[in-house]
DNA sequence: TACAAAAATTAGCCTCGGCTAATTTTTACG
DNA sequence: CGTAAAAATTAGCCGAGGCTAATTTTTGTA
């Protein structure tokens, strides 16, 4: 079983290229989300010292309730990432859910980029 | 009562702008799905003569059901426009309603485009 | 320290844009 | 002309990312 079917008639190469690339780019909004979100708050740190949901929320244009939704997503999606990724490596789900919380606030973009490059995400 | 107000503090004035952008770039993001379709649609019409919905949905990378819906939403969108348009013009809702029903097969994308700016839409 | 104002959270709702599965309509052809 | 295959539609579900309103928690200050 081969993944790029080099036999498959022309148009439908195409078509399948152009639905990836589509994909792409449905991807990339919901990427863009996080990407404001810890943009913003890295902007507000170095300028304020602190990032306050009530600041993202009016320099983002959207209500106080819509930031505290989106920031609950992103670090329950943080928090399963770490916590599969202990399980990958041989914890059981027990003691990946326990360490996971430990470790997940200690966790910089770029390790959490690594773990997802690694899950294969 | 201004719009701009040129008398807040500049931090408040960044914050608006910055709201302003984001909210830019979630309208130019639902704006995408409808050029996606208008633009797939001619361009297989260009090259097949026609635009079936099981080719759009392999194209898009989506499934047939998927593209019913988006089409249903799109063309319920163009067919507020026409109406609203009429009664701007002084028609009265049921009228607007049955001429809109006729009207609104026969509109280019242009004309579409230009009912939007004059109902500041 | 008490309390008012500010911030955060929660509850409940909406639309968009995905999906599958089932059904109906259209098309092509023997 | 009938029928099987293809296409379209419908029904019902889900998650993301918006909203308002109400409530709880935190914070600053008299």
């Given at each position: 079983m081969i993944d790029r079917d080099e036999t498959a008639p022309p148009h439908l190469r195409e078509a399948k290229r152009q639905a990836r690339s589509f994909e792409r780019v449905r991807q990339a909004h919901q990427r863009e989300v996080a990407e404001d979100y810890v943009e913003l708050i890295a902007d507000l740190i170095d300028v304020t010292g602190e990032a306050r949901a009530v600041d993202l929320a009016e320099r983002l244009g959207v209500t106080n309730a819509t930031v505290n939704n989106t920031l609950n997503r992103l670090t329950r999606e943080r928090h399963?990432?770490?916590?599969?990724?202990?399980?990958?490596?041989?914890?059981?789900?027990?003691?990946?859910?326990?360490?996971?919380?430990?470790?997940?606030?200690?966790?910089?973009?770029k390790t959490l980029a690594a773990l997802k490059r690694f899950l294969g995400r």
């Open positions: 399963c990432l770490v916590r599969d990724f202990l399980m990958q490596l041989g914890d059981d789900a027990e003691t990946a859910k326990i360490d996971a919380e430990g470790i997940e606030h200690h966790t910089s973009e």
